[in-house]
């Protein structure tokens, strides 16, 4: 059994403990907030994809109920520390846990910067606990399809790939700060930066093209990512679209023999287009993938395996090619990595 504790109940608290609820290998042992109305569930944070975020904290029985961080972080009683703070607090509370000798469960991006994100996977190499970063993308149903396809080239060679990610500014003080999110860049399109060097490793350079509305930092990229066997990665990103726009996001991969357009607008997302015979559509689990790499990080745990879908290295390596993207938006400039 795995006792966790999780620190932070805005929007991922909540979507990470509807996991561990599901997870029969798991106790939520603790939960912690320094927001009285979060800590009691009285403000609930809403999710931005149908079916996230659904814990009712105010229904939680026999789970400690603390403010401070320090009741979690170093408690004996926990194993596992689940930080879903506010990114630029990523570094200092996640160094703090490994420290600890305690498994940590930390929301992407890694950390604010790149050179944080160093540091934590720097004190992750020296720690006994197991450490994990949720680029859930890497588990998606639809996204682990097309990284099979990709893998195993059963359509051929792939020669375009393009990827979408859009939605309205979700509000608040952390997300209106540019300087503790790092604006749409970092922490949303991010995702598809991430499944870009899932699929095709470090690119290259980068050339981005964005702007800034709501933030100090771009809140809608475009960036090419250059690969020598790949002639075309693309991949757009934002959260400056206006109210009411409902959260998109999709992908368009154009291989040798087939197309495969993912579009989550659609109540069958994944169409496959193939040489000589008539579209399909695919079928893909309507599972989230937070829920599947909780899974995945719990039986790392039990099994005491370091987690290998993704790495503490990749996750720094994914912050710093957006890093690259955003030094690209702001200078004009192909970016080499
Ligand atoms: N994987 C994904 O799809 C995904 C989606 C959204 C957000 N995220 C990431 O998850 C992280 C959290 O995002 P969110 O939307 O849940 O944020 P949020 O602002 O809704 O929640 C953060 C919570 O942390 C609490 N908090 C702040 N300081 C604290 C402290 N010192 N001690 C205890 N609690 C404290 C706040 O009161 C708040 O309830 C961010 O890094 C974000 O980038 C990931």
Redesign the pocket.
């Known amino acids: 059994m795995v006792k966790v504790g999780v620190?932070?109940?805005?929007?991922?608290?909540l979507t990470h403990l509807d996991a561990y609820a599901k997870n029969k290998n798991v106790k939520i042992a603790a939960i912690?907030?320094?927001?009285p109305a979060?800590l009691s569930g009285t403000a609930h944070?809403a999710g931005n994809i149908e079916g996230q975020a659904q814990s009712t904290i105010s229904e939680l029985t026999d789970v400690e109920r603390c403010s401070d961080?320090f009741d979690v972080i170093g408690n004996s009683d926990i194993d596992l520390v689940d930080v879903?703070?506010?990114?630029d607090?990523?570094v200092k509370f996640g160094c703090e846990v490994l420290k600890a000798g305690q498994h940590l469960m930390i929301?992407?991006?890694l950390a604010r910067t790149a050179a944080d994100a160093r540091v934590i996977a720097e004190v992750a190499q020296e720690s006994k606990g197991i450490a994990f970063v949720?680029h859930?993308m890497r588990f998606w149903p639809g996204w682990t399809w097309l990284k099979e396809a990709i893998d195993d080239q059963r359509f051929g060679k792939v020669y375009g790939a393009t990827f979408r990610r859009v939605v309205n500014h979700p509000g608040?003080p952390?997300y209106s700060d540019g300087d503790r999110?790092g604006g749409a860049a970092l922490?949303l399109h991010i995702h598809d930066t991430d499944f870009i060097q899932f699929c095709f490793g470090i690119p290259k350079a980068v050339t981005s093209f964005g702007y800034s509305k709501i933030t100090n930092q771009p809140d809608h990229i475009i960036s090419r990512y250059e690969y020598d066997d790949v002639p075309l990665v693309m991949a757009e990103g934002g959260w400056a679209m206006t109210d009411g726009f409902i959260f998109n996001m999709g992908y368009t991969v154009n291989f040798e023999n087939a197309t495969a357009v993912y579009d989550s607008a659609q109540s069958k997302p994944l169409t496959l287009f193939e040489k000589g015979k008539d579209a399909v559509q695919v079928e893909v689990d309507e599972i989230m993938g937070y829920n599947l790499e909780i899974d995945y990080l719990v039986d790392c745990i039990l099994n005491g395996n370091r987690p290998t879908v993704v790495t503490m290295e990749d996750a720094m390596q994914t912050v710093r090619i957006v890093e690259a993207e955003i030094e690209s938006v702001q200078t004009g400039a192909r970016v080499s990595l």
Do not use: N, V, Y
């Open positions: 620190i932070g109940l805005g929007m991922m608290g912690c907030d320094s927001d979060r944070a961080a879903c703070l506010p990114t607090m990523h929301e992407k991006p949720g859930c608040g952390f999110s922490d």
